[in-house]
């Protein structure tokens, strides 16, 4: 089966410096890959995904990029702010459609004020 | 009607306790989902229904027993639970977009089993 591995599992920055979090992916047939923020107590909710016809996607201050040869996509958020602070999940979808979702283990995103 | 929504927020059972889990969409979902969420951990898949029918069942104990009376529907039925099956409940539904399908979530049932 599909294993999504997710670094870092920690991540501290300055408010309004840039984080990036980075997942691999094992399955080669994996063709969707969304991103959901988790605040503490909270429901996961999708921030920005990416199929694997596309290359990068931007919304804002958040962008995805996919590199399906080495089978790694990322996550970017520039200005990063207090509110950003968060546990992110990465996510793979091994079949076209896309309801066999395997998350990373996340990474916890913390932005000093 | 946006969202998916769960009752109850949270729930103490014992280990003998018969209790249910309930979801809730209006948004025209086709499929609907049951993930557990250990603390510091992603969700973990344990069922899929896909136009009221059970597509995936991720080799989950029978002591959980998912239903789909309908469309909007989801319950999760639990019975003679352990204590290591406290954990966040997560139901999310899914809509379809071209070839995939975007999932969205409920905010969860905190579920303590004593």
């Known amino acids: 089966g599909e294993n999504v591995e997710q670094h870092p599992s920690t991540l501290s920055v300055q408010e309004g410096d840039s984080a990036v979090i980075k997942c691999t992916y094992s399955d080669s047939a994996s063709n969707y890959f969304p991103w959901y923020k988790q605040e503490l107590g909270k429901r996961p909710q999708l921030i920005i995904d990416?199929?694997?016809?596309?290359g990068e996607k931007k919304d804002q201050r958040i962008a995805v990029t996919l590199n399906k040869t080495a089978k790694h996509f990322s996550l970017h958020i520039t200005e990063t702010q207090p509110e950003d602070s968060a546990v992110y999940f990465c996510a793979a979808s091994i079949n076209n459609a896309g309801n066999m979702l395997t998350f990373g283990g996340g990474t916890r995103l913390m932005v000093k004020p | 009607d946006t969202e998916v929504t769960q009752t109850p927020k949270h729930l103490v059972m014992g280990m003998t306790n018969k209790k249910s889990l309930k979801c809730e969409q209006h948004m025209g979902h086709r499929a609907m989902y049951w993930y557990k969420q250990k603390a510091k951990k992603p969700p973990e898949l344990m069922f899929v229904?896909?136009?009221?029918?059970?597509?995936i069942n991720e080799s989950v104990p029978s002591r959980f027993s998912p239903e789909c009376p309908n469309s909007s529907l989801l319950n999760l039925h639990l019975h003679a639970l352990q204590p290591e099956d406290s954990a966040l409940y997560l139901c999310?539904?899914?809509?379809?977009?071209?070839?995939?399908?975007?999932?969205?979530f409920g905010p969860g049932t905190r579920l303590l089993v004593l």
């Open positions: 999310a539904s899914s809509k379809r977009t071209g070839n995939q399908e975007t999932q969205y």
């Open positions: 990416i199929r694997s016809n596309v």
């Open positions: 229904y896909s136009y009221e029918k059970l597509s």
